[in-house]
């Protein structure tokens, strides 16, 4: 068993750059101490902790399938929580790998259609509704789209700083349109927070934990599914514009 380190050290190798802002405030705060406590022991593998971490998300549906609302939101918080660890354990002890990333990720989106499944077809099953049957399919469209979104434009982000000189401020039409949207950006910026404000993590947090621990299932789900499609849109049009101006200026570059 290796030493243990400060927690202070531990944030600062394990603490990403820009994070949602639920997982810095209501999860790097208990993570850091957990980390400390399980970083010494090898045995604790990323891909272990992304194997509990599903078993436990597995344990949520059981419990928004048998109607237990507030069980299934704990659990899936805490699964939340221990995929976490798997990333904070693999920055810390150099332990990651190419497979672990693949594994966390088709768990992650594993986890989210068996919990939608749980939580909307058990309150279908007792209510005989369609309308939990068309939430369930909103839940995991939106989770796909999100990530599958998000993964594209990555390799579009990157096509662009790979192919040759690249222009140098292609979000200026951008920040131009939406200058409030920049000075709030900075604040969130300065805190960690990345300016995404409603990602894939916000949106999973409403819909299974805020959603059954108050009762409000539907109406947490719709509020997030129009959050998640608003920020969506807005990513969207901001590649729009930046495509456009990397173009444009791109054109002027090779004239010159």
Known sequence: MTPRLTVDEIRERTYKRRDSWWTVW???????HLVRLIAPWRWVTPNRLSLLAFGV????????????????ALLFHVAFLIDCLDGKIARLNGTGSVF?????????RLRVVICALGLFGG????????LWIGLAGLVIFLDLFRYLN?????????????????PADVHGNFRARFGLFGRARGFLLAHRIRAHVFSGIEFMMFVFV???LTGLVVPFTVVAAVLLT???????????????????????????
Request: charged share 20%.
């Open 100 to 108: 672990g990333v693949w594994l966390d990720y088709i768990f992650d």
């Open 210 to 212: 805020l959603g059954p």
């Open 150 to 166: 998000a993964l594209q434009m990555g390799k579009i982000r990157e096509l662009m700083r790979g192919d040759g000189p690249e």
């Open 123 to 130: 309150q279908w099953q007792r209510t005989g509704d369609p």
């Open 26 to 32: 209501l999860v790097d705060p208990v993570a850091v």
């Open 230 to 256: 608003a920020f969506e849109l807005l990513l969207i049009y901001k590649l729009w514009l930046t495509t456009r101006t990397y173009s444009a200026e791109k054109e002027a570059l090779i004239r010159t």
């Open 57 to 72: 998300g597995l344990g949520a549906a059981a419990c928004f399938w048998a109607g237990w609302l507030i069980a299934g």
